[in-house]
């Protein structure tokens, strides 16, 4: 059946007054924000901390739903699928939108599949261990695991996650061959450091100062270019000689391709309100943690960025995954 040019003018004329109108009334109920780690972490916490003061703004509940799993993947795909109302999000990380494209081969999104709202804080990650290990600096770790060949344990929160590429990349630098150990998220993870189940994380420095100053870890080294306020006395690793474990572990709000304009507008001014208000700023960044609100194309450039920085890196390490 052919339709005429009339009909598909109707069609079309329709389609977008009902865009117009959903942006007009956004949001008349829940908001659902899709987070790819375990609840605990750095990142959850953050987020539910940022959700619940849009919440009150907004006038809608917003709801943290924690997937986990897949290297990110998992809480990708899951929002790449859903509609473009605005009402289902995606905390997305530097692991979803720059390693994940580049290390495998069946990935079931594409970054073309989302629209960046803003970055929402980036942080250094540390160099976490367990504190009943006989080490109490960095070359007194490094010692110790060489002295202990396929038996220093390092918890990931993923293959190809950030966390892991700086754990082989140490190990290359030091001579050690640390054994990954993949979690679900960092909360997991530091859980099974501070128990001596596993050795060391790569850690967001939010969660890791907290049980540094607790004694429940030991910090060694952070990723960052100079040190961190929170934690003076830690030495970064350019300071001890590696230079090229420079890092930091990003995330940001995205929204399935297609939302309205209007829609992602609303959603950045309303979370970088959030990242902006005086006590959640200040809580954020004693902990280490430097926000980051922004714009969607300033979050588009970050991925691009860290995309090339980090493409030699698992082209070297040869990591391919299906």
Request: charged share 15%; aromatic share 8%; net charge positive.
């Amino acid at each position: 059946m052919r339709i005429s040019p009339s009909l598909r003018w109707l069609a079309a004329a329709a389609a977008l007054t009902a865009s117009t109108v959903s942006a007009q009334t956004w949001p008349d109920k829940p908001i659902t924000f899709v987070m790819p780690y375990s609840a605990g972490g750095p990142t959850d916490l953050v987020t539910r901390k940022v959700a619940q003061r849009m919440s009150e703004s907004i006038g809608q509940p917003i709801v943290v739903v924690n997937a986990p799993g897949a290297s990110t993947m998992i809480a990708a795909e899951r929002v790449a699928r859903a509609p473009s109302d605005g009402y289902t999000l995606l905390v997305g990380s530097v692991t979803t939108f720059s390693n994940n494209p580049l290390m495998y081969k069946n990935i079931r999104y594409k970054i073309d599949d989302f629209v960046p709202i803003s970055m929402m804080a980036h942080t250094p990650y540390t160099l976490s261990v367990n504190p009943d290990l006989p080490v109490r600096n960095f070359a007194q770790f490094v010692d110790y695991a060489k002295q202990r060949p396929g038996k220093i344990f390092n918890a990931t929160t993923g293959v190809g996650a950030t966390n892991q590429l700086l754990g082989k990349i140490l190990g290359g630098a030091v001579g050690v061959n640390f054994v990954d150990v993949p979690y679900k998220g960092s909360g997991p993870a530091l859980l099974d450091v501070m128990g001596g189940q596993v050795h060391l994380l790569f850690d967001g420095i939010n969660t890791s100062v907290p049980a540094h100053r607790t004694g429940k870890v030991r910090v060694l080294a952070v990723t960052s270019e100079k040190r961190s306020a929170a934690l003076p006395d830690v030495p970064t690793f350019a300071e001890l000689g590696h230079p090229n474990m420079t890092a930091a572990f990003w995330y940001g709000l995205f929204a399935p391709a297609g939302t309205p304009s209007a829609i992602v507008e609303k959603l950045n001014a309303e979370l970088n309100a959030a990242l902006n208000d005086k006590e959640i700023r200040n809580q954020l960044e004693g902990n280490g943690l430097t926000v980051d609100p922004g714009t969607p194309e300033a979050l588009a450039s970050t991925i691009k960025r860290d995309a090339l920085a980090w493409g030699p890196v698992i082209k070297a390490l040869g990591i391919q995954l299906e």
